[in-house]
């Protein structure tokens, strides 16, 4: 019986651990080089000045060196095809010793040679490689050369010997049965017996220690955030700073509570200095303004302080001139998106439309650096104007091309980059608004509603702003289409959008420190309640105007249960930017809720012809005998059929009588 044994030398231990990498390695790697695919859209960015600029800054803060991936997950591919090089490396180098006995290829003759052949052979190797007649070379051995002449002795007998090569013919060896060796797939110092000790400590700290501890964290840490990835302590802070008549500065104090900013403590960073000289100037513009905002947050802790100090120093344009402070404040710029999304979710949970309009307009000033409640705030937003150039701007200020005018005829550069700014600024037209039921001409209590808004872009520089602000009416009035009706089949909340449409991937923000992309949230609103009727939903790549386009819009659906009574319910639909500032529209919608018997009597009896059987019928029968109801035969098809039998009984009878 074979003897069986590990084998020792761990080969199969590689072979399996690049196996095993391989088949990790592939799929994350390509992940890594895969784009989104591309959409028929086009996009196009503010090409003014200071946005260029600003694009050309956020790069360089973006651009890391090549030992500091952006993506943990480029780190570990990096990190794992290194493993894998040095392992098929080590694996190239292994010299195998399982090769299949072949006593021809130790001798050095081939297969088909004669007996007497091979004795002579042999003759000749035993006279050069006898232990007795062999020189030793420098670094050579009698013991190697021993076991060299063994083996051409074996090889030799196992052709010439008859009980050998019985051996050799059955178990394909001269000495007959060998030990087969059997792989782990474990390196051998695993296996070792003196190296116990540490893979057990090994294998104690991986399942026991590191293994645990690793579901717990993931555990306990998903529970510690909430869905929309913010802590649970801060979305405590934000509902209970939250009220139904929430103003912009009482957001920014809510924001300020988040827990994540007391990460951000700089007591020990040389920009320290600069921080304190940030809160004294933010105090002397502000006054007592700042100092009730500052009450929000307590003294020792530090990192939420900081954190307000950076927001206001953005809203006011202060320069700041440390390095570390820079990239510490666009760290906090960067995460007010998310924050203000999740406060934004906790007021529509509790249908305030207050604290809804005042985390969206928060995001718009927070966009353009323009502190809450700045007069004349929309022209605060156009490049290259401050506050002392406001004033001026207000005195032109009927329009934003019109500023752009005025600046180009005194020579001023920054009426061409107020000119750019406003061929891509994000004015949005709401193109058409109304409530539709699949299937049905009207609304019935308890319906499922789809509230269908078309929208496009129509900036006030742009050349077919004109033409597309006449042809509103005409898009209003136009007919539900048959693609309109396929899309609220459609299970997507956005119609696709039309080819070689262009849309704004980058808004005029030359201060946020990211490309900013705009988006809009759609608000169904009742303003006699202060009530959100259904939550917002945000939208974004809405496609700018083209009168060459047949359906110049892009449809969006917002779905909801009816009222479950009938009535008028006059409520209003609102549009609010998150990018641009005085940029939101709104019109008065009308839900008209009506019950069934407003179809009318002949629309009900086309219903009723449609859905009930014939009474002459089989399933007419059925019904009827179920007591269900069944569509009678017409009154003068009867009378004619009755009249005819009649006729026919009165012209039997007279056919007997005379016969009789």
């Keep these: 019986m074979a003897a069986y044994e590990y084998d020792q030398t761990g080969v199969l231990g590689y072979y399996f651990s690049l196996t095993f990498l391989f088949i990790f390695l592939v799929p994350f790697t390509l992940s890594l080089f895969n784009s989104t695919p591309q959409s028929t859209c086009t996009t196009t960015a503010c090409e003014c000045g200071p946005c260029t600029q600003q694009r050309k800054t956020n790069e360089l803060r973006e651009r890391r060196p090549w030992y500091k991936p952006r993506s943990r997950r480029a780190m570990w591919v990096i990190i794992g095809w290194i493993v894998f090089g040095v392992l098929a490396y080590t694996v190239s180098n292994i010299r195998l010793d399982n ?6 290829e130790i001798l050095g003759i081939s297969s088909g040679i004669s007996e007497k052949d091979i004795k002579s052979h042999y003759k000749k190797l035993s006279k050069k490689f006898h232990p007795d007649k062999v020189k030793l070379a420098v670094n050579q051995t009698m013991e190697e050369v021993s076991a060299y002449f063994v083996e051409l002795t074996k090889a030799y007998k196992a052709l010439t010997d008859e009980t050998i090569r019985k051996n050799y013919q059955e178990y394909g060896h001269p000495d007959g049965r ?24 090994a294998y104690g700290i991986v399942f026991g220690g590191a293994l645990p501890a690793l579901v717990y964290n993931w555990w306990f840490g998903s529970r510690s955030k909430t869905k929309d990835g913010i802590d649970n302590d801060t979305a405590k802070a934000f509902f209970l700073a939250m009220t139904e008549t929430t103003e912009m500065t009482d957001v920014v104090c809510a924001l300020a509570q988040a827990r994540e900013w007391l990460r951000l403590d700089s007591k020990k960073s040389p920009a320290a200095e600069e921080l304190k000289t940030l809160e004294l100037l933010i105090e002397e513009r502000l006054g007592d303004k700042w100092r009730e905002v500052r009450k929000t947050t307590k003294d020792h802790e530090t990192g939420q302080l900081h954190a307000l100090v950076l927001l206001y120093a953005y809203l006011l344009r202060l320069s700041i001139k440390d390095a570390s402070l820079q990239a510490l404040q666009a760290r906090v710029l960067l995460h007010t998106p998310s924050f203000l999304n999740a406060y934004l979710n906790i007021s529509a949970a509790r249908g305030w439309l207050a604290p809804v309009f005042s985390a969206i307009h928060l995001q718009t000033y927070l966009a353009q650096a323009v502190l809450p409640d700045t007069a004349h705030a929309k022209y605060a937003q156009l490049p290259g104007i401050d506050q002392e150039s406001l004033q001026e701007v207000v ?10 005018k005025t600046f180009e005829s005194k020579g001023d550069v920054r009426g061409d980059d107020i000119k750019k700014a406003a061929s891509r600024w994000g004015r949005l037209e709401l193109v058409d608004a109304s409530f539709r039921v699949i299937g049905e001409r009207i609304v019935t209590p308890s319906a499922l509603i789809h509230l269908v808004i078309k929208l496009r872009i129509s900036p006030p520089a742009s050349t077919d702003h004109t033409n597309g602000a006449a042809k509103r009416d005409e898009a209003s009035e136009a007919p539900f289409t048959k693609q309109d009706e396929a899309f609220l089949t459609d299970p997507k909340d956005a119609e696709d959008l039309p080819e070689n449409a262009i849309s704004l991937s980058a808004a005029h923000a030359p201060h946020w420190p990211s490309n900013r992309k705009p988006s809009w949230w759609i608000i169904l609103a009742d303003m006699r309640m202060n009530h959100a009727v259904i939550p917002p939903m945000r939208i974004t790549d809405v496609p700018f105007s083209d009168p060459s386009r047949p359906r110049n819009f892009r449809t969006y659906k917002m779905k909801f249960n009816g009222p479950q009574g009938t009535g008028v319910f006059p409520w209003r639909l609102v549009v609010l930017s998150d990018t641009f500032i005085g940029e939101d529209v709104s019109r008065d919608i009308t839900l008209k809720v009506e019950d069934v018997s407003a179809l009318g009597v002949d629309a009900q009896g086309a219903e009723d012809d449609i859905s009930d059987p014939e009474e002459d019928s089989l399933a007419g029968q059925m019904a009827a005998m179920r007591g269900g109801p069944v569509k009678r035969r017409p009154v003068d098809e009867s009378d004619d059929e009755s009249t005819t039998d009649d006729g026919d009984k009165d012209k ?8 009789d």
């Design 652 to 659: 039997d009878s007279s056919s007997d009588s005379d016969s």
């Design 178 to 201: 060998q030990e087969v060796m059997m792989g782990i797939a474990l390196p051998a110092w695993i296996v070792s017996a003196q190296n116990n000790v540490w893979v057990l400590a």
């Design 395 to 404: 005195l032109h200020a009927k329009d934003i091309t019109e500023v752009a």
């Design 99 to 104: 090769k299949v006995y072949d006593p021809f």
